[in-house]
């Protein structure tokens, strides 16, 4: 089983649409978790951390649910500028002291107009 | 903002050549980690290092070596180079304060070895 696994999609979803990703992760000692966005043949980027709590940015909401392991992302009002793939990070602390950080492989998502 | 460099977007190299891979980045962070990046596979990674002159092994490490005698400086050495490493090489840094810290990602160097 994989460490961290998301679906790869692509989902296709109308302007103006609600979508939403699951990650699940592996390691009940993951730490942190993080969602990153990657456009087209560029590097990732940070979008929103995710905290125990749950936490919201603009139209985007993350929730974190360790009693299952997994995260999920929420956009809400999708734009077109939205499309990208959406990384699924988890951080965990091994043995040597520093943290590692496990990348899903990302859920592709196109908004069509 | 963070800034991570890297020396090249594009390289093309041949079979057996020993390839540099340079990264830089400029905000005193400690740690320093480069990924490849691959269709399906997602990100795995090589190396990171936590200090200077320090290196741990990624997941994937045969076939690379790494270089930190600076600590804004991350080098990631192909010692001869073969036509599996083409690839999406993406270096990234982060901090040490209270762990968990963002990773800020270069802009890539995409490496086709012939």
């Known amino acids: 089983r994989k460490e961290v696994e998301q679906d790869p999609g692509p989902f296709n979803v109308p302007e103006g649409a609600t979508v939403a990703f699951n990650c699940t992760y592996s390691n009940s000692a993951s730490q942190s978790f993080f969602w990153y966005r990657q456009d087209c043949r560029k590097e990732p980027k940070l979008l929103m951390s995710?905290?125990?709590s749950g936490n919201e940015d603009g139209r985007f909401t993350a929730q974190l649910n360790r009693a299952s392991q997994y995260i999920s992302l929420l956009i809400r009002d999708s734009k077109l500028s939205d499309s990208a793939t959406y990384l699924c990070v988890v951080n965990l602390l091994p043995t040597s002291g520093t943290y590692k950080y496990i990348f899903g492989t990302g859920t592709r998502l196109k908004v069509l107009a | 903002d963070v800034k991570v460099t890297q020396s090249s977007r594009y390289l093309v190299k041949r079979t057996g050549e020993k390839v540099f891979l340079e990264c830089v980045q400029d905000m005193d962070h400690e740690n320093m980690f480069w990924y490849r990046q691959d269709p399906g596979l997602g990100l795995r990674l090589i190396y990171f290092?936590?200090?200077?002159?320090?290196?741990e092994k990624g997941d994937i490490p045969e076939g690379y070596s790494v270089s930190r005698e600076k600590k804004e400086r991350f080098s990631l050495i192909l010692e001869s180079a073969s036509t599996n490493q083409t690839s999406m090489y993406l270096c990234a840094s982060s901090s040490n304060t209270g762990g968990g810290e963002t990773q800020y990602f270069g802009p890539g160097t995409r490496l086709l070895v012939l």
């Open positions: 995710v905290y125990s």
């Open positions: 290092s936590y200090d200077v002159k320090m290196k």
